[in-house]
């Protein structure tokens, strides 16, 4: 069992909205309640870049999704999702999350914005 496994990408349309999600069946509880979790994207040409983190209940974005994007998690489920509103055609990329202190990428969930 991989130590995370996202989830929820796809192709929509620039307004458009998507919810991606990201279990980690291996975390335990109290780590995951602690341990900031976070959303990265890598689009075509381009580095890995950070779109939003959170740790505990406070949460910090990259300007060019501030407002726009919405990371949230269920301790319960041990689940980090990252909302998507009014998606535009340069948040096409693949999205991974990351738990600090987990040397581990998963493959990732493409988001495809596009008329």
């Known amino acids: 069992q991989p130590p995370l496994v996202e989830s929820g990408g796809g192709s929509v349309q620039p307004g458009g909205s998507l919810r991606l999600s990201c279990k980690f069946p291996?975390?335990?509880?109290?780590?995951?309640?602690?341990?900031?979790m976070g959303w990265y994207r890598q689009a075509p040409g381009k580095e890995r870049e950070l779109a939003a983190s959170?740790?505990?209940?406070?949460?910090v974005y990259a300007a060019s999704v501030k407002d726009r994007f919405t990371i949230s998690k269920d301790n319960t489920r041990r689940t980090v999702y990252l909302q998507m509103d009014n998606l535009k055609s340069e948040d096409t990329a693949v999205y991974y999350c990351?738990?600090?202190?987990?040397?581990?990428w998963g493959q990732g969930t493409q988001v495809t914005v596009s008329s």
């Open positions: 990351a738990q600090q202190g987990l040397d581990y």
């Open positions: 291996r975390t335990i509880l109290s780590v995951f309640v602690s341990t900031t």
């Open positions: 959170i740790t505990g209940s406070n949460t």
